[in-house]
């Protein structure tokens, strides 16, 4: 490693040979860690879905079921023969509705089935009482990735005019005529932009509190005249509902002037159009490359995803948790398993001691975060269920009448019958929102729990052969990183049972906003070659990556064999990544977390003991200043 490049930028002396060797795959935007063990665990899977093909032996039902789609989604001979045919009923249906007295009548089965409408219902924890569930309204995403593309023009009209040319080829491989597939469009990108001046940018979506706002019965009814919400959510629960929590007041605000006969026409090029986009995939390899073009090019990837992994993928997705679960059970291990188990327990014992002696905090907040703490579920490696929908969906293959378009109806109906049967009534806390083969780790604000799935339990971040100090680098931080979550800037504003509650004393909560806006301070207009970080966007993540990272220190400093060194360089290991220019500055526009290089090098910057152990002094690039340290918890 470069001495001299530790004190100019850790990132790139720990990750020197990686950066300069590491190949961005083709299909990807980025390769990174993350990335990295992905593939490995793609590779695993995809080799273990033509090994059950073959010999399907031992198989549950829900894995035979798997094999069963996996079968028709590669069967890529069968959808070219198949053509557009399965999705004509969709475009029918579309194309038939002539007002939106039409529309209401068909919008319960068209959200039922997953279509395209511009605005959307969901059953969700509520935020004032975790033990229920109540339904939620939101509006359709934009075109384009946030509100602020469309802030300057000349981003905007670059960004359309690559809309407009992707979804030209769509439409006229689905047999629109140049004309026709214009009209579809202006109109199309006309709706959009009555939809972008009441949409919630990223860093006003990052701040989820302020995405519950209960509306009343009555009141939502007075501002939907030209539609008829009330009714349709009652539609969809079964019941008379008394309230919607609105994501977007701005939306239901403006509602009666957005969703209106006046902007029929524009509203119906626009579910044309957004429906057609989504379903693509279902069809063609043609329509499914063409489909994503305009993503690809977002993203700066080179090119599509090839035709089998893309199959994989469409019949995976679908039952993602039943697959992981068998990567989790077959790949992880109960010893491992015990051991993390173990170091969570540990790392949970550390950050009780960080509140217990904490200098800013009065006692009663001390207490109550303590409580909150030990209240604490944890998940490690994979689930104790799966979702129930699953034991009701049965795949029928071609030969049996079906098709993927008829299939994805199907799914879509499953899944939100009992999303919508949810409906005031307790949550399920066992059912995991990822399945154990996914390279992450989330915490729950509403259940209070803290999930790490098998997949990301493996060598940079978590090894059974790598020493203690590497592992609380990698898996340590991100363990604690997740904790840490439950006292960032939204987790902090709910209680042991995961109800929005104001469990602090005035002044400590003062206090916190104050930390809060000094984190915002420390990483706002940092440069990282592909533009400046937004503090405010990613202040939740930075809080909990600070945390996190002191956290994981104390408790590799507890050991025996603790290794400073080993510690700080797995923790700038594991952030290693490569974008390509356009997916680094869209994930600076949308992306909640701070860039893989700022997340390596400023949180390190914002520790003494890393100051203290490389000897920095005022003069090095690393260096930072002891007013300047951000210390939270």
């Known amino acids: 490693m470069n001495k001299e490049l530790i004190k100019k930028n ?21 390769i990174s860690v993350f990335l990295e063990l992905h593939l490995d665990i793609e590779k695993t899977l995809m080799d273990l879905a033509d090994k059950w093909e073959q010999d399907p032996t031992g198989l549950d039902k829900n894995l035979l079921k798997f094999v069963k789609l996996h079968k028709m989604t590669k069967d890529f001979e069968t959808r070219a023969k198949l053509g557009t045919e399965p999705i004509k009923p969709i475009i029918n249906k579309i194309n038939n509705i002539n007002s939106l007295k039409e529309l209401e009548l068909l919008a319960k089965e068209m959200l039922m089935e997953n279509y395209d409408l511009p605005f959307g219902f969901q059953v969700m924890q509520d935020f004032m009482n975790s033990n229920n569930q109540v339904l939620y309204f939101g509006e359709a995403d934009l075109f384009l990735p946030d509100k602020s593309y469309y802030e300057n023009k000349e981003m905007k009209d670059q960004l359309l005019g690559m809309f407009r040319m992707t979804t030209m080829q769509i439409l006229k491989l689905y047999g629109y005529s140049d004309e026709a597939a214009q009209e579809i469009i202006t109109k199309a990108l006309a709706f959009d932009e009555l ?134 059970i077959n790949y992880f291990g109960p010893k491992a398993k015990a051991d993390v188990e173990n170091m969570v327990h540990e790392m949970i014992g550390v950050y009780r001691d960080r509140i217990k002696n904490n200098a800013w905090l009065q006692p009663e907040t001390k207490s109550k975060a303590i409580t909150k703490l030990d209240a604490m579920t944890i998940h490690v490696g994979y689930p104790e269920e799966l979702p129930s929908y699953y034991d009701l969906y049965e ?171 080993e510690f700080f360089q797995n923790w700038a290991r594991v952030w290693r990544q490569k974008s390509s220019p356009e997916f680094a500055k869209l994930l600076l526009t949308v992306d909640v977390h701070g860039p893989a290089i700022l997340r390596a090098n400023m949180q390190l910057r914002n520790l003494r003991e890393f100051q203290e152990y490389y000897q920095l002094t005022k003069d090095d690039p690393m260096y930072l200043e002891e007013e300047k340290m951000v210390e939270i918890w």
């Open 10 to 30: 850790y990132y790139e002396a720990v990750n020197q040979e990686w950066l300069s060797k590491a190949e961005i795959p083709g299909d990807q935007p980025q």
């Open 195 to 328: 939809l972008v001046l009441v949409a919630k940018s990223s860093v006003e979506k990052a701040d989820y509190v302020k995405m519950y706002n209960p509306v009343s019965r009555k009141e939502v009814y007075e501002k939907s005249k030209t539609f008829d919400l009330m009714a349709l959510a009652d539609s969809l629960v079964q019941t008379e509902v008394d309230k919607l929590i609105v994501f977007n007041p701005n939306f239901l605000e403006k509602f009666n002037d957005i969703v209106c006969e006046e902007n029929f026409e524009l509203l119906k090029s626009w579910l044309i159009l957004t429906n057609l986009r989504k379903f693509a995939s279902d069809l063609t390899d043609e329509l499914r490359i063409a489909s994503g073009a305009f993503g690809r090019m977002l993203s700066g990837i080179s090119e599509a995803q090839s035709k089998e992994k893309y199959a994989f993928y469409q019949a995976y997705n679908r039952l993602a948790q039943a697959v992981g679960l068998y990567y989790g």
């Open 395 to 565: 795949v029928e293959s071609y030969e049996e009448g079906s098709n993927l378009i008829l299939e994805t109806l199907k799914f879509a109906r499953l899944t939100n019958k009992d999303n919508f049967s949810k409906y005031q009534k307790e949550p399920n806390r066992k059912i995991w929102g990822m399945p154990a083969s996914m390279v992450n780790a989330y915490y729950n604000p509403f259940n209070n729990q803290i999930v790490f799935p098998a997949a990301i339990l493996q060598r940079p971040y978590y090894s059974l052969d790598q020493s203690p100090s590497e592992n609380y680098g990698g898996i340590g931080a991100v363990m604690a990183h997740e904790i840490s979550h439950a006292f960032d800037n939204n987790g902090a504003k709910f209680d042991e049972f995961g109800s929005l509650n104001n469990w602090w004393t005035e002044e400590d909560f003062k206090s916190f906003e104050e930390k809060a806006k000094d984190m915002i301070q420390l990483f706002d207009g940092a440069e990282t070659g592909y533009g400046q970080c937004n503090g405010k966007l990613t202040v939740s993540e930075n809080i909990a990556d600070s945390s996190g990272l002191r956290c994981a220190l104390e408790a590799s400093k507890k050991h025996p064999n603790h290794n400073y060194e």
